[in-house]
């Protein structure tokens, strides 16, 4: 089982950046796809960006042009790089991950963004 460990959450005024990290850890896989989810308050889930193995990225809308995800595949980890940040990016992000081999999608346990000035 794949194990995640996101860090680098916290509060941030407008316009400031973040940098999310999240680890995945464990023994014998392999990650297909690694991503970001957040979820606001009062709000479902919803997907902010996605990477591939082979470095092919998909981003929301309303994040194009802010948020840079990248990943190290043999260190099995995924950034997320946060820039000119607005009061509703405020969420919890989620890291997730897709192995190989293995049904249905691996959730960290959350980092908590907030933009406030």
């Known amino acids: 089982q794949v194990q995640l460990v996101e860090s680098g959450g916290g509060l941030v005024q407008p316009g400031g950046s973040l940098r999310l990290s999240c680890a995945a850890s464990?023994?014998?896989?392999?990650?297909?796809?690694m991503g970001w989810y957040r979820q606001a308050p009062g709000k479902q889930r919803e997907l902010v960006a996605i990477?591939?193995?082979?470095?092919?990225?998909a981003y929301a809308d309303s994040v194009k042009g802010r948020f840079t995800i990248s990943r190290d595949n043999a260190n099995n980890m995924v950034w997320l790089e946060m820039n000119s940040l607005k009061p509703e990016d405020t969420a919890v992000y989620y890291c997730?991950?897709?192995?190989?081999?293995?049904?249905?999608?691996?959730w960290g346990q959350g980092t908590q963004v907030t933009v406030s000035s």
């Open positions: 997730v991950t897709i192995t190989y081999g293995v049904i249905g999608p691996n």
């Open positions: 464990g023994s014998g896989f392999r990650i297909s796809v």
């Open positions: 990477i591939t193995s082979g470095g092919s990225t």
